[in-house]
């Protein structure tokens, strides 16, 4: 079998269409689990994987890339705090926002923090959603290493965790006001009338043609002035083709219909 018999599989077998992720980095990626599992070859793996639940979700996590941390790129956070969310705010009574690609949940749970600035915690409503369900299952638990939280600014830890052992576990009161589902970028429906929606470090593993339409349909998800938070490494070229606007760095409006 070769790699495009690999990936026929594994679209059969999870809905993950690899064709649309970067080929060189994901082959790399995939040959080197399968090395790492002592296995002689695409065929024998996928026989693996159909047969050992734990190996099979050993790949969809290593395939889905879980690389997450609370406040990651803290600069970006503030410009979040100072300029975005005060005028998404004042214009919608009922803010709806999206954290898509949410991995285990250190995203949606330090938008809660940020919000609660803002707003109590009873009025926040978070839609989080990633293609893993095992990274869902890690974010709902809601325990984090100290590496996770390093990041955070210290009334966040003090406020919002308790500290058991080495291990920081997120209060009910903030996990309440996040709901998970599973998500596939690539092939469902996506949520409409968002007024944030924040993506950050995922695109960068899919090829042009595969961005260009997250990109619209994040567009058709947005309410007009709605914004799009990408990640550090994301900036949209030519972002007037999804009719998206760049209003700082990282972060684009979609603007309103004529």
């Not at 995203?107 to 809660?112: A, K």
């Not at 997250?214 to 709605?226: P, Q």
Request: glycine share 6%.
């Amino acid at each position: 079998m070769d790699y495009e018999g690999f990936k026929d599989n594994i679209y059969r077998m999870t809905g993950i269409n690899l064709t649309f992720y970067k080929e060189k980095q994901m082959k790399r990626r995939i040959d080197s689990l399968i090395s790492k599992n002592g296995f002689s070859g695409y065929e024998v793996y996928i026989g693996a994987l159909k047969a050992n639940k734990a190996l099979y979700n050993e790949f969809i996590n290593y395939l889905t890339i879980n690389v997450s941390e609370f406040y990651r790129n803290p600069e970006q956070w503030s410009v979040l705090e100072k300029d975005i969310l005060p005028a998404i705010i004042n214009s919608t009574k009922n803010i709806k926002i999206w954290s898509s690609a949410c991995s285990t949940g250190d995203e949606p749970y330090t938008l809660v923090m940020v919000l609660n600035k803002f707003m109590p915690l009873k009025d926040i409503r978070i839609l989080a959603t990633d293609i893993d369900k095992g990274a869902i299952e890690k974010a709902m638990n809601g325990v984090y290493t100290q590496k996770s939280v390093e990041n955070l600014p210290k009334e966040y830890l003090t406020k919002y965790f308790v500290k058991s052992g080495d291990m920081f576990k997120i209060k009910d009161e903030v996990k309440n006001c996040v709901q998970f589902k599973q998500h596939n970028l690539l092939k469902d429906e996506y949520p409409q009338g968002c007024d944030l929606i924040v993506c950050r470090n995922v695109l960068i593993y899919f090829t042009e043609e595969a961005k260009s339409g997250i990109y619209h349909k994040f567009n058709g998800a947005l309410k007009d002035n709605g914004v799009l938070f990408v990640g550090s490494t994301e900036q949209i070229i030519l972002s007037n083709k999804y009719c998206l606007k760049p209003i700082r760095t990282f972060f684009y409006i979609k603007e309103a219909s004529l």
